[in-house]
């Protein structure tokens, strides 16, 4: 179906406040990543489900940081207690990962801004 | 763990001339894939090209091309025949392959080539 869509498209918070970014993959894709890109930098790797698990969180910064995938379709991205350096993109992937399709596809985008 | 190096923060090119753009990597693994991707500026990633590491012919897509040496670690993009649209930011990326072990199969990137295509 349609590609991978994030909501919202921009977010402002007042450090302290608590986030949550959502996330809608492709229709089918059992892979989902969550990917946070810095200003002028390449995206960083954040965690990685297979379905509603949660294969892999190696990447969130802090105990702060919180994803879920309660039924293996969309995905939610929660920051607590937002920090300033926690501004960036938020990037999310999904693939279906098998045979040759590997391919990650991307959505837009959640830009975060922490004042 | 694997790195990624883009060596090159900024380049330009006249329309409708080449263009290459550099990418350097680091892995212990033997299998893996390696893609580029083009970030154009307020929208989103989209895939470029790709390269399965076992693979010697290098991939092509239409005026897009690479030059990968497996031995070298080097994996570089060429872009023919230089188009306004091709103006964007390009991320080479690693992912080790499917079935080789453990580890989940998360992107590695660079940090970016910056591409201005000038009329």
């Known amino acids: 179906g349609a590609g991978v869509s994030q909501s919202p498209r921009y977010k402002v918070a007042k450090r302290g406040q608590d986030v949550a970014l959502r996330c809608d993959p492709i229709?089918?894709?059992?892979?989902l990543f969550w990917y946070q890109q810095a200003l002028g930098q390449g995206p960083e790797f954040l965690t990685y489900?297979?379905?509603?698990?949660?294969?892999?969180k190696s990447g969130l910064p802090s105990d702060r940081f919180f994803a879920e995938r309660p039924e293996g379709s969309v995905s939610t991205l929660k920051i607590q207690r937002t920090q300033q350096e926690d501004s960036a993109v938020y990037l999310c992937?999904?693939?279906?990962?098998?045979?040759?399709?590997?391919?990650?596809?991307f959505g837009p985008g959640t830009r975060l801004t922490v004042t | 763990a694997q790195t990624v190096t883009q060596s090159q923060p900024e380049m330009s090119v006249q329309e409708a001339e080449t263009v290459t753009l550099s990418c350097t990597y680091d892995?212990?693994?033997?299998?893996?894939?390696l893609f580029w991707y083009k970030q154009p500026p307020s929208r989103q990633m989209i895939l470029v090209i790709r390269?399965?590491?076992?693979?010697?012919q290098n991939a092509t897509e239409n005026r897009f091309s690479v030059n990968f040496q497996k031995a070298a670690k080097s994996f570089s993009l060429k872009i023919s025949d230089s188009q306004l649209g091709d103006t964007a930011m390009y991320f080479c990326?690693?992912?080790?392959?499917?079935?080789?072990?453990?580890?989940?199969?998360?992107?590695?990137f660079g940090k970016g080539t910056k591409l201005s295509v000038i009329p």
């Open positions: 992937a999904s693939s279906f990962l098998a045979g040759r399709d590997y391919e990650q596809y």
């Open positions: 229709s089918g894709h059992v892979s």
């Open positions: 489900f297979q379905n509603e698990a949660q294969l892999d």
């Open positions: 892995t212990s693994e033997n299998n893996y894939y």
């Open positions: 390269q399965e590491a076992y693979k010697q």
């Open positions: 990326a690693f992912m080790k392959a499917l079935y080789s072990g453990a580890g989940s199969y998360q992107l590695t």
